[in-house]
T-cell receptor
């Protein structure tokens, strides 16, 4: 089945630094990828929709200058958390849909997530 | 606006018991899709099932079964003869059929299966 790879799995960084998270679709092309954030014991909240070759679409309340998204190719989207603060510590998960899957709307396939800890 | 409600925050059962996880959704769309995902302690999200709004047939896959009722806007998930490996957080999710088609997730139900 479709595989989405996310890297790194976890990262610890100091407050004020930037962290880049990569999301790759390994065996399919994805014109759209979705970035979610999950706080401990909470649900997944959509942060932004990453569009290949164009600007990302951010959800209300998500700072686009803080969470930079680049979708430069059909298999790679990156999320950069700039000037990270402890409150940015969370589990970030990317997802993509394999358009080749039939039967209507294909499910989102998720990466394994990145646990970010900002000290 | 879309909304998914999973009223059960946490459920604890003993192995071999049957358990039903509830999901109620709200949407103005006439065409939409419903999903269930499993998130084990390791964190990855595992796709379990997809159902479109025109298909109200119940589905069974091994020990898993799903009951979709449009009349009550519910899409419940039953695990028969639960096992310890079923322990995880289960999310119900909703997507519009057109447009961006991102998933809106419920708050999740944490299932603990005791040996």
């Amino acid at each position: 089945g479709a595989v989405v790879s996310q890297h790194p799995s976890w990262v610890i960084c100091k407050s004020g630094t930037s962290v880049k998270i990569e999301c790759r679709s390994l065996d399919f092309q994805a014109t759209t990828m979705f970035w979610y954030r999950q706080f401990p014991k909470q649900s997944l909240m959509l942060m932004a929709t990453s569009n290949e070759g164009s600007k990302a679409t951010y959800e209300q309340g998500v700072e686009k200058d803080k969470f930079l998204i680049n979708h430069a190719s059909l298999t790679l989207s990156t999320l950069t958390v700039t000037s990270a603060h402890p409150e940015d510590s969370s589990f970030y998960i990317c997802s993509a849909r394999d358009g080749r899957e039939g039967g209507g709307l294909s499910p989102l396939h998720f990466g394994n997530g990145t646990r970010l800890t900002v000290t | 606006a879309q909304k998914v409600t999973q009223a059960q925050t946490e459920i604890s059962v003993v192995e071999k018991e049957d358990v039903t996880l509830d999901c109620v959704y709200e949407t103005r769309d006439t065409t939409y899709y419903l999903f269930w995902y499993k998130q084990p302690p390791s964190g990855e999200l595992v796709f379990l099932i997809r159902r479109n709004s025109f298909d109200e047939q119940n589905e069974i896959s091994g020990r898993y079964s799903w009951n979709f009722q449009k009349s009550t806007s519910s899409f419940n998930f039953t695990i028969t003869a639960s096992q310890v490996v079923d322990s995880a957080v289960y999310f119900c999710a909703l997507s519009e059929a057109a447009g961006r088609r991102a998933l809106t997730f419920g708050s999740g139900t944490r299932l603990q299966v005791q040996p």
